[in-house]
């Protein structure tokens, strides 16, 4: 139930659900003031280093959302529930709240194992809005993907590193769950076919702390490169190791994920050479990028979390539910499409549709800069 509107289909769990090719929102009797969100970001562990700004942007959507009179007349209101871990606790805890029709929607930045495990426990009965960049390949019924895959974001960034004085010989370092597992395996298969070669691979448990013989390890395959698929703190770890035998600068990293919040983690002497592929940076020079930075920080305070692509997917994540409910049913049918509002200007074509130009940006110090567009998208 969604306030005075219900998510119409088939749920795996037994009950109305959402399906992509069926569900709809129907007016009820059960009018309701507030449509109830469950946000679900990591607050702890090695991903907890995203919460801050994941919170502080998607609060920001919910005020602009609920300004403006709400969705249909109903304020949307925010339950931050910690998706650090696939662990049954957050198995228990989500299955709780849903079946006490305590969270209507679901807007998730976590990483994949985790919204793996929660797939079973919606069951498609709510909408479920999953933000971060990923792996690719969700079609699971009522979940609904926002940002960038391996085709459409590290594809064209390894091919835009692989001029006539770029490396040839690659490294792969990544922790051992879905996404870094099929980045590498889309890594190996495009380096292969531009005539490089994968000297050294490594998947390491999340919340490794120490990276000292990993990083020797990587120095002594003689690998020009590295694609590093690490998140959160396991990322800045591994970078200050990386700088600390003197790497920073001879070896060129890559990644997909490493965003302002670790760059200041990790110190401006960690980031030479460090490359990072994605559709949005604090610091992109975009009219709707410049406006959004303009609100946060105008009502965010001075002290806000750290402008990034994770904590700016909450933002987007929170509108496309704004914009969805709205709607009343699915943009399914072809060459539809959703607008929502959206900092990076996306729009939702269908899950693992490129909605956004992807970029490819260069640290310098503790800031992104973008050095080229990688591809763009004709709205």
Not at 199 to 217: I, R, S, Y
Not at 243 to 272: F, H, K, P, V, Y
């Amino acid at each position: 139930m969604i306030g005075q509107w219900a998510w119409s289909g088939t749920g795996s769990r037994g009950r109305a659900g959402a399906g992509l090719a069926s569900g709809r929102l129907v007016p009820t009797a059960d009018a309701r003031p507030a449509i109830n969100v469950g946000l679900l970001v990591p607050t702890s562990g090695a991903a907890g280093i995203w919460g801050p700004s994941c919170i502080a942007c998607a609060r920001l959507a919910a005020d602009e959302l609920n300004a403006q009179g709400g969705v249909r007349g109903q304020e949307i209101h925010l339950q931050v529930v910690d998706a650090a871990s696939e662990n049954a606790a957050l198995r228990e805890q989500t299955g709780e709240l849903l079946d006490a029709g305590e969270i209507d929607a679901v807007v998730g930045m976590h990483i994949s194992s985790v919204r793996n495990a929660l797939l079973p426990v919606l069951g498609g009965e709510i909408p479920y809005v999953y933000t971060p960049l990923y792996e690719g390949g969700e079609r699971h019924p009522g979940v609904f993907t926002l940002g960038e895959t391996p085709r459409n974001q590290l594809v064209p960034a390894l091919t835009a590193l692989s001029g006539s004085r770029s490396p040839t010989r690659w490294a792969l370092v990544g922790n051992d769950y879905v996404w870094p597992r099929e980045s590498h395996r889309w890594a190996r298969s495009v380096l292969r076919r531009i005539g490089c070669e994968v000297v050294h691979e490594a998947l390491m448990p999340l919340g490794c702390d120490d990276f000292e013989a990993e990083v020797a390890a990587l120095a002594a395959s003689g690998a020009q490169a590295v694609l590093l698929s690490l998140i959160g703190q396991d990322a800045v770890a591994f970078n200050r190791a990386f700088a600390a035998q003197g790497l920073s600068g001879t070896i060129r990293r890559l990644s997909c994920a490493i965003e302002e919040n670790e760059l200041l983690a990790m110190g401006a002497d960690c980031t030479e050479e460090l490359y990072v592929a994605g559709s949005y940076f604090a610091t992109l020079p975009t009219d709707a990028n410049l406006a959004f930075r303009e609100r946060y920080h105008a009502t965010r305070g001075p002290r806000a979390p750290t402008l990034n692509a994770l904590g700016q997917s909450t933002y987007e994540g929170v509108h496309f539910l704004g914009a969805l409910l709205l709607r009343g049913t699915h943009p399914l049918a072809p060459g539809e499409s959703l607008r929502f509002h959206s900092a990076r200007g996306a729009l939702w074509r269908g899950n693992d549709q490129p909605s956004c130009p992807v970029y490819l940006a260069r640290a310098e110090g503790h800031a992104l800069k973008v050095m080229r567009t990688l591809s763009t998208v004709d709205h």
